[in-house]
């Protein structure tokens, strides 16, 4: 373990500028609050780090999904995937939490939730769902880790209530998943046509499934080619295809919502707003599609990943539109995120990535068995393609 941490690589020397960078910012941002720190005022409140905790819970989608389709409904085939999915959507909670901290005025005080209950308030339900999800993330996560130290009496205990805790896990990330986007409807007439919408809560809800699944995509494509194992092609092309159905509901969702709504106008106004919207819309839900919907392109590995690359991206365009960009115009203010904001967010993603990384390396996080050819090249064809 010592020889892998001291050999050093250009994007791991990135990082260590970007995490070296970012514990500054964190000293700086704690140290002379908010208002030197940040971009952020009274008039703007909520900013880039609101915008990366959305995303960061959306990228978790996968971890409640494959566990109901593998544990709940019991579908043999995914299991090899389920691990790294809980793996993600455990690190994407806690990150989530970082970020959080940031946010605060007050971070010291986030203790209060926990004690001061105000149940008319739709954060104080995220707040605990996200508590307890986050414990039941790293339930679902123990047995990787009891496995790989042998704890056998341990890991026979969990066994034998996991059903229980995947199905509370399942039931907690599906309420603040919605949660997320009920969380805006207070807020109709600050919002910009474009996002706001009465079914924004089922909205972040399918958006969470469909980017969930291109996240299991994207980090097990990664794994694969950093350790140089396998890739579970098969499973990672049917995630494809799953994603690229919710992707096909969402965009019914919302064009219905502006058809019926008499909000189509919008979509052709020659405004910031409206570029950034059809950037979001190519960018998560067009380019995927094109890709995903062919059976030559989602089983092979090179636009298989792409695919997943665009719908992550995508994702973080709309979590960053809706909190931020959909509010500006009504601020009557401007907002542009502080270089302290930029580098604590860089180093949340960094700790992120350093850490899924190093969970997949010392423990039993992918199946072996299940695995298939190694990559070795990003664009390589599988022997029965064309």
């Known amino acids: 373990m010592k020889a892998n941490l001291l050999k050093f690589s250009f ?3 990135v990082g260590i500028i970007l995490v070296t960078a970012g514990v500054y910012s964190s000293i700086y941002r704690f140290t002379h609050g908010l208002q030197e720190s940040t971009g952020l005022s009274d008039t703007f409140p909520w900013g880039l780090w609101t915008g990366f905790k959305l995303w960061s819970v959306c990228l978790a989608g996968g971890g409640f999904t ?6 709940i409904f019991n579908i043999e085939q995914f299991k090899p995937l389920a691990r790294p999915s809980i793996l993600m959507a455990f690190i994407c909670y806690l990150l989530f939490i970082f970020a959080l901290l940031f946010d605060l005025g007050k971070p010291l005080d986030i203790w209060h939730v926990m004690i001061m209950w105000n149940f008319n308030s739709v954060m104080f339900e995220v707040a605990w769902c996200v508590m307890l999800y986050t414990t ?6 123990a047995p990787t880790i009891l496995e790989r130290f042998h704890l056998t009496k341990t890991l026979k205990v969990i066994k034998k209530v996991s059903l229980v805790i995947m199905i509370i896990g399942v039931l907690l990330s599906t309420m603040h998943q919605s949660s997320l986007g009920s969380l805006f409807l207070i807020v109709p007439a600050k919002m910009y046509p474009l996002w706001y919408s009465p079914l924004l809560p089922v909205y972040f809800y399918f958006s969470a499934i469909a980017t969930g699944f291109a996240m299991v995509i994207f980090g097990s494509y990664q794994s694969a080619r950093t350790f140089g194992r396998g890739l579970q092609l098969t499973l990672l092309s049917k995630l494809a295809l ?3 159905i ?3 509901a969402l965009i019914v969702i919302r064009f219905t919502d502006f058809a019926v709504n008499g909000k189509l106008q919008y979509l052709f106004v020659p405004v910031q707003e409206t570029y950034l919207f059809w950037l979001e819309v190519v960018i998560g839900y067009f380019l995927p599609l094109i890709i995903f919907m062919q059976k030559s392109l989602r089983t092979n ?3 298989l990943y792409i695919g997943s690359v665009l719908v992550v991206a995508g994702a973080m365009l709309n979590r960053m539109n809706t909190s931020i960009t959909s509010l500006l115009r009504t601020s009557n203010t401007t ?4 270089i302290y904001e930029v580098s604590i967010t860089l180093m949340l993603v960094v700790l992120g990535i350093f850490a899924f990384k190093l969970a997949v390396e010392y423990l039993p996080v992918f199946d072996e068995v299940e695995l298939d050819e190694k990559v070795t090249d990003m664009g390589e064809a599988l022997p029965d393609e064309a």
């Open 136 to 141: 039941v993330l790293f339930l679902e996560f």
């Open 301 to 303: 590995r090179k636009w």
């Open 66 to 71: 494959l566990c109901a389709i593998t544990h």
């Open 11 to 13: 994007w791991k020397v």
């Open 335 to 338: 907002y542009n995120p502080s």
């Open 246 to 248: 919710f992707t096909i």
């Open 242 to 244: 799953y994603s690229a």
